[in-house]
């Protein structure tokens, strides 16, 4: 066992202590109060676990960000690491899914997404500040609080601080199998609009123009766009229309979800979907899109030089990926160089059984200040 190793399990009970005490503080997204209560706490933590100064945000309907800082007259590119607080855990879960420690792992709301990634990264970058260790160049830290309905408020701001930066760290937790993510699908959401004209569908149907089957013609078209092979899905996932029984039909809305492996598939589904147009005479269709994440494509050469870094301490890491996206996407699809998955192992992420895996948090926390303190250009 490496010395680092060897420190970060001496501290696990602390890292536990901590890990129970962000999760006992709440933090659905939607509930502001909540969630700045937390962020109070952690901006404590960073001032004095690891002596950063810290610049806060505020929100007006959100929790307010954080950005921690260390070694800002230092030379080189910062390494800025990336953490959300908020959950998908409405106020009141801590009655149905109380913290319990069974088995070697720890069960709580949000404590796998994505607390115990916090508190890897905080203690990791405390460590190094207390043993003089800390890499000599600027750390940036920046946490946030609207990750989980895809991060509306923070996207400038994340793409403001990584600009400038050699190496971004996603502190999202590992995949089920414990492997950090060098993949992540992008994704779009669409509304798609039909609108036709009403008419009394008993006395005057010929006047009428049907929304519904204009949308149902739309829908075998949207559908033919999945290319499940190659990563590519265009789920319909919502379908409203129609107003009586008796009158035909003059709109339909409908909500569109799009994933995808790479910009290009990104960028034709976008060109496809803008593109419809109607397939009856007289019928109007409109496909917006409200948001998207793009892909975070592989990066040759980065996992093999964390990997490298990772066995020089006795840290075995593997790599892959998953459907769903994280801040992450925003940063590697700017070019930078991104590591995420970065946090604890577990399972159950959003789930009633959310758990982390206890003996991960040293592991990680070991892992990110040995890329911290080793890491040296771009990978």
Known sequence: MTDLLQYFRARQALMLDLLTALVERESFTRDKLQVDQLVDFIEAQFQARAAASVQRFPQPTV?????????????????????????????????????????????????????????????????????????????????TTDEEIGSPHSEALIKELAAPCELVLVMEPATKEGAIKTW??????????????ASHAGIAPQEGINAIIEFAQQALEINRLNDLKYGTSVSITMVEGGSAGNVIPAQVRAHIDTRFMTMGAMNSLHEALTSLYPKMPGAKVSCVRHSHR???????????????????????????????????????????????????????????????????????????????????GEG
Not at 313 to 339: K, Q, R, V, W
């Open 63 to 143: 929790g307010d960000f954080l950005l921690a800082k260390w070694n800002e007259n230092a030379a080189g590119k910062p390494y800025l690491f990336l953490a959300h607080v908020d959950t998908v855990h409405p106020i009141g879960s801590l009655k149905s899914m109380p913290i319990k420690i069974a088995d070697g792992r720890f069960y709580g709301p949000g404590a796998l997404d994505m607390k115990a990634g916090a508190v890897i990264a905080l203690e990791a970058i405390g460590a190094l500040h207390d043993r003089d260790q800390l890499p000599d160049r600027p750390i940036h830290f920046l946490l």
């Open 184 to 197: 992540r699908k992008g994704g779009g959401k669409y509304s798609l609009t039909v609108e036709g004209r």
């Open 294 to 376: 793009p892909p975070m494509e592989r990066r040759r050469g980065l996992f093999e030089k964390a990997a490298a870094i990772g066995e020089r301490h006795g840290l075995t890491i593997y790599e892959g990926g998953t459907g769903g996206g994280s801040d992450g996407n925003f940063t590697a699809a700017m070019g930078l160089p991104t590591l995420d998955g970065l946090g604890a192992h577990g399972d159950g992420a959003h789930a009633l059984y959310e758990h982390v895996i206890i003996d991960s948090l040293p592991r990680q926390a070991a892992l990110i200040a040995a890329i911290l303190n080793e890491w040296s």
